[in-house]
């Protein structure tokens, strides 16, 4: 696939940790599509980028406040040119305490596997779908 598309959204990643880093929840949904569906790691579902940049900015201000997130790629495919999968890991550690129903790890760190769509679109990449879970024992 074009490398130029490639490395183009492991930017947005890149700067979405960053972001996430700074509990900055405004730019953390910058490249969030106006109508992305989110669902978080406790199943619950959001449409729109106000309710993905607001809940961002809740958990930033509570159970996340001076957490740190690592993510690391595991594949990008595209099905076609404009159209692209992105599966990850991530790590969240230095929580406050985790959602009722996810149990923290011996380690401390919440693990979870989270799949990003994007389309290509004239402003750039928008990510259209934000599917988080997280990883059990």
Not at 10 to 34: M, T, Y
């Amino acid at each position: 696939m074009n490398a130029i598309f490639v490395e183009e959204i492991k930017q947005i990643i890149s700067r979405q940790q960053e972001a996430w880093n700074r509990a900055d929840a405004a730019d953390f949904s910058q490249h969030c599509d106006a109508s992305v569906s989110f669902t978080t790691i406790l199943g619950k579902v959001y449409f729109g980028r106000n309710l993905f940049d607001e809940r961002h900015a809740e958990i930033f201000a509570t159970i996340f406040h001076g957490s740190a997130l690592n993510m690391s790629i595991q594949r990008i495919h595209f099905p076609n040119p404009d159209v692209a999968i992105v599966d990850l890991n991530a790590a969240v550690s230095n929580y406050q305490v985790l959602p009722p129903g996810i149990k923290a790890p011996e380690d401390g760190v919440l693990r979870t596997s989270l799949m990003q769509v994007f389309i290509r679109a004239e402003s750039g990449w928008r990510m259209v779908a934000y599917h988080n879970v997280d990883i059990k024992n």
